[in-house]
């Protein structure tokens, strides 16, 4: 069975870099310019550290998780009808993580790391915070209080992020009438977008309709300009992943002084 698993990781690995063989292929047929040597490669050891920490930091998840699951106020079975509710739920809550990681200046230190690219790729999209998973699982504590499967909340949290691969591209279009009920790439160009009307926009993680119904939702009309707000972050993968929280501190520094 283990090996199993490792050969399904191992080919859904070779698929991934497969598409990412692709897109740069496409990148430079069409002249697009969506690579930078240095930022790949800055995105890859970050990819790297990140795939560690989920090791590191899986047991501790599920913890959170199993720690208010057994306070749980209701007990449901497991079902089609059921996992469609968890999906729904998860992918409400994840709106809210990513909302509150704009809006809130601590959160803002973990997420900063994914938005500090200048490019917009495949390989951006797992440009993730190596300490991200200690905060992740507090937005998903409802879902297990209310007693909602521990299994599909997982399940459900984990497509999330891996339909979001998909999004960090620039070789899809628009996509007609999905484009104002799915997050689509469209809609996520504009979310890594430092353009004036593209900041704090379309946090939705599979679905854009909680942009629609809150009020973040911004369509993709103008030239989205990548990056942060404070310019270019560099290369260095450490520096990168913690700059956050270096930004806080020298912020409470100079206040104090």
């Known amino acids: ?60 998840q599920l913890w959170i998780f199993g720690l208010f699951y057994q306070f749980r106020l209701f007990t449901f079975e497991e079902s089609t009808l059921m996992f469609l509710i968890t999906f729904l739920g998860v992918d409400f809550c994840y709106y809210w993580f990513h ?12 997420h900063l790391v994914h938005h500090s690219s200048q490019f917009y790729n495949l390989t951006v999209s797992y440009r993730l915070n190596w300490l991200g998973a200690l905060i992740s699982p507090v937005f998903y504590i409802p879902l297990a209080f209310l007693g909602l499967p521990l299994d599909f909340i997982v399940l459900c949290y984990s497509f999330n992020l891996l339909y979001q691969f998909f999004l960090h591209t620039e070789a899809v279009g628009k996509l007609g009438f999905l484009e104002n009920i799915i997050d689509t790439p469209s809609n996520h160009r504009v979310h890594h977008g430092s353009n004036d009307i593209y900041i704090d926009k ?56």
């Open 99 to 110: 909302r509150c990681s704009h809006m809130v200046k601590f959160f803002w230190a973990f």
């Open 1 to 60: 069975m283990e090996f199993e698993f490792g050969q399904y990781k191992l080919y859904a690995l070779l698929f991934i870099f497969g598409l990412i063989a692709a897109e740069i292929i496409w990148s430079w047929r069409k002249d697009k310019k969506a690579y930078g040597v240095k930022d790949t490669l800055a995105n890859l050891s970050i990819f790297a550290g990140f795939q560690l920490s989920k090791f590191l930091f899986a047991g501790y």
């Open 202 to 257: 379309n946090f939705g993680g599979t679905l854009i309709i909680w942009d629609k119904i809150f009020g973040t939702y911004e369509s993709e009309k103008e030239k989205v300009k990548y990056g942060v707000t404070s310019g270019f972050a560099g290369y260095n993968p450490f520096v990168l992943v913690f700059k956050g929280f270096i930004d806080i501190v020298r912020n409470k520094m100079n206040y104090k002084g």
